[in-house]
């Protein structure tokens, strides 16, 4: 009930400012929130990266959770070294192209997710953009969160805004806030994944359409390769989720193991459809390339149709413009018409045979 009861909190707050964006952070070019929970409250003030730990460690329930987009190796070295974290981790989160997955660091859980976005667009084209991909990282100890956004898209600001309206689940801590990631990252590939399959289903009509013209291969081209991009962002997250599902780290609070399996569960669903929507263009792209040899099947019967009509008079007026002496019905008054009218009936005849016979 309550990850549902989030996840409509959440979609309400998409069209939020995007608090994510380095431009608007008050706390450096990398930093862009850095704040202090406690006991599901958020704490007034704001808090350097040092001073913030220090002030939730005072008492029972605190945390904090900072937030960076895109940080190079020298603005990342101060905050890993406060933290203690792991330097293959730490390397990981800079660079970014990972796979999503779950790795445990002592008592570190860092975890990285494939954030995706639908391009919007008029129309499906062969160089159109469908689905634009990002990385988000995700830090978290006994006490700290730290998020690392890449990517132009991906915000967590309306996720943060929406935690915060559930005092009771952002009271269980840092691994409330991992879960609620995961399910916000996962809500995306459903709403993507939707949005993919109007596209489909576009594609789908004109290749089928009667009166139209016939589908691009390059739009279901261009489909199958974006939607490759999805498959990439969306399937190797199963393994993790499974782990914090039904094998979770020490870092991982017990009780916001089970609300894993439902993040889980939503993946599942994403995958299906895009393995369905994979197995789907494959059809697509067969009966279009069917269709293609099809039409050009018929455009050779009626070039063949129209060779042999043109055939019988190149033959009679080749046979009369051979210039012999003695052939029948040279000089006779009625051999002209007679010829005409033969070549016009053999023409028909043969024309009548044809259309019968659905070659034209």
């Given at each position: 009930?309550?990850?549902?009861?989030?996840?409509a909190?959440?979609?309400?707050?998409?069209?939020t400012v995007?608090?994510?964006?380095?431009?608007?952070?008050?706390?450096?070019?990398?930093?862009?929130?850095?704040?202090?929970?406690?006991?599901?409250?958020?704490?007034?003030?704001?808090?350097?990266?040092?001073?913030?730990?220090?002030?939730?460690?005072?008492?029972?329930?605190?945390?904090?959770?900072?937030?960076?987009?895109?940080?190079?190796?020298?603005?990342f070295?101060?905050?890993?070294?406060l933290?203690?974290?792991?330097?293959?981790?730490?390397?990981?989160?800079?660079?970014?192209?990972?796979?999503?997955?779950?790795?445990?660091?002592?008592?570190?859980?860092?975890?990285?997710?494939?954030?995706?976005?639908?391009?919007?667009?008029?129309?499906?084209?062969?160089?159109?953009?469908?689905?634009?991909?990002?990385?988000?990282?995700?830090?978290?100890?006994?006490?700290?969160?730290?998020?690392?956004?890449?990517?132009?898209?991906?915000?967590?600001?309306?996720?943060?805004?929406?935690?915060?309206?559930?005092?009771?689940?952002?009271?269980?801590?840092?691994?409330?806030?991992?879960?609620?990631i995961?399910d916000?990252?996962?809500?995306?590939?459903?709403?993507?994944?939707?949005?993919?399959?109007n596209d489909?289903?576009?594609?789908?009509t004109?290749?089928?359409?009667?009166?139209?013209?016939?589908?691009?291969?390059?739009?279901?081209?261009?489909?199958?390769?974006?939607?490759?991009?999805?498959?990439?962002?969306?399937?190797?997250?199963?393994?993790?989720?499974?782990?914090?599902?039904?094998?979770?780290?020490?870092?991982?609070?017990?009780?916001?193991?089970?609300?894993?399996?439902?993040?889980?569960?939503?993946?599942?669903?994403?995958?299906?459809?895009?393995?369905?929507?994979?197995?789907?263009?494959?059809?697509?792209?067969?009966?279009?390339?069917?269709?293609?040899t099809?039409?050009?099947?018929?455009?050779?019967?009626?070039?063949?149709?129209?060779?042999?009509?043109?055939?019988?008079?190149?033959?009679?007026?080749?046979?009369?413009?051979?210039?012999?002496?003695?052939?029948?019905?040279?000089?006779?008054?009625?051999?002209?018409?007679?010829?005409?009218?033969?070549?016009?009936?053999?023409?028909?005849?043969?024309?009548?045979?044809?259309?019968?016979?659905?070659?034209?």
């Open positions: 009930m309550i990850s549902n009861l989030s996840r909190v959440r979609r309400a707050y998409r069209r995007d608090l994510s964006h380095p431009a608007r952070s008050p706390l450096g070019s990398a930093v862009v929130n850095c704040v202090v929970y406690r006991e599901g409250g958020r704490q007034p003030g704001d808090w350097a990266p040092d001073e913030a730990i220090r002030r939730a460690r005072k008492g029972r329930g605190g945390f904090v959770w900072i937030g960076l987009h895109e940080p190079t190796n020298e603005e070295a101060g905050l890993a070294k933290f203690g974290l792991h330097p293959l981790a730490v390397e990981d989160a800079v660079h970014a192209h990972q796979r999503p997955k779950v790795e445990r660091y002592d008592d570190t859980l860092f975890a990285v997710f494939k954030t995706v976005r639908y391009v919007e667009h008029e129309q499906l084209t062969a160089t159109s953009e469908v689905v634009d991909t990002g990385e988000l990282m995700v830090f978290i100890g006994r006490d700290f969160v730290i998020t690392i956004r890449h990517g132009s898209h991906g915000s967590l600001g309306p996720l943060r805004e929406a935690l915060e309206s559930l005092p009771d689940q952002l009271a269980k801590g840092p691994s409330a806030v991992l879960h609620a995961a916000h990252v996962v809500d995306d590939y459903l709403e993507v994944t939707d949005a993919v399959q489909i289903e576009a594609v789908e004109a290749v089928f359409a009667e009166h139209t013209a016939r589908g691009d291969a390059g739009q279901i081209y261009q489909l199958k390769r974006e939607l490759l991009e999805l498959k990439r962002a969306v399937v190797p997250l199963a393994r993790p989720l499974q782990i914090l599902a039904h094998e979770p780290p020490a870092a991982l609070s017990p009780d916001i193991q089970p609300y894993f399996r439902d993040v889980a569960d939503h993946l599942a669903r994403a995958t299906e459809q895009i393995n369905a929507f994979d197995g789907l263009l494959d059809s697509i792209l067969q009966a279009h390339l069917a269709q293609v099809v039409a050009q099947n018929e455009d050779m019967r009626k070039i063949t149709a129209w060779a042999a009509i043109v055939a019988v008079p190149t033959m009679i007026c080749g046979l009369y413009g051979m210039n012999f002496d003695h052939m029948p019905e040279l000089r006779w008054t009625y051999g002209y018409p007679l010829v005409l009218g033969v070549i016009v009936t053999l023409c028909f005849v043969i024309h009548r045979g044809f259309r019968r016979n659905g070659w034209l």
